[in-house]
């Protein structure tokens, strides 16, 4: 249905049956029970939608991860990073034996969006180590460290960080880093 007799400056209002002038009485739809119409919420005007932005993720690197494979691996790894934001997940191709990986070879990011940028983010990296079986998908086996950050958005500035892993428990491990890139940028609503 489309709004009846709005004027130019009327606001709609609208009752579950059908759109009315503001301040009519829904007699003839709605049963007669002259039941007043209350307001519809107008729509946010553009200076107060909230403001969206984007989230750019480079995983550049990992140092001194632990041993996940023994001695059929050759005491090595093979390292797969997770970062997740906001119900999104994307993951690094594995870098295969290897305890002190660079997983960002394409220097592409993982691009996160559309988060508010008025909210704190959740920001949670995973190190795992990945075995090939089969010819599937790399399976992830041994957890060989993770770190959470809590963010706000900082416009505009590409930050390098280098973040100590810890276990799954939280407990920060003796060796082990994460070096990561991030930058906020504004989008449109």
């Known amino acids: 249905l489309k709004p009846i007799g709005l004027g130019r400056r009327a606001r709609p209002q609208r009752c579950s049956v059908a759109w009315l002038r503001m301040g ?3 007699q003839k739809l709605c049963g007669g029970d002259g039941e007043k119409l209350k307001p519809v919420a107008a729509p946010l005007a553009a200076e107060q939608a909230p403001t969206m932005c984007k989230l750019e993720v480079w995983v550049l690197s990992a140092q001194s991860l632990k041993m996940a494979d023994g ?3 050759g005491f090595l790894s093979d390292p797969l ?3 997740k934001v906001a119900q999104q997940r994307f993951s690094t191709e ?3 034996n290897n305890l002190n990986p660079t997983f960002s070879a394409s220097g592409q990011p993982f691009i996160f969006e559309p988060l508010p940028a008025e909210d704190t983010h959740r920001i949670q990296f995973e190190i795992w180590d990945v075995d090939q079986c089969c010819k599937k998908k790399h399976k992830k086996t041994d957890l060989l460290g993770q ?3 809590q963010e706000r958005p900082t416009f505009e500035q590409r930050e390098k960080c280098s973040l100590r892993l810890a276990d799954a ?3 920060l491990l003796k060796k082990g880093t994460l070096t990561v890139e991030l930058k906020w940028t504004r989008t449109l609503p």
């Open 94 to 96: 594995p870098v295969w």
């Open 24 to 26: 009519s009485v829904c």
């Open 147 to 149: 770190v959470t950050l």
């Open 169 to 171: 428990s939280g407990k």
């Open 71 to 73: 001695f059929l691996g």
């Open 81 to 83: 990073a997770v970062v």
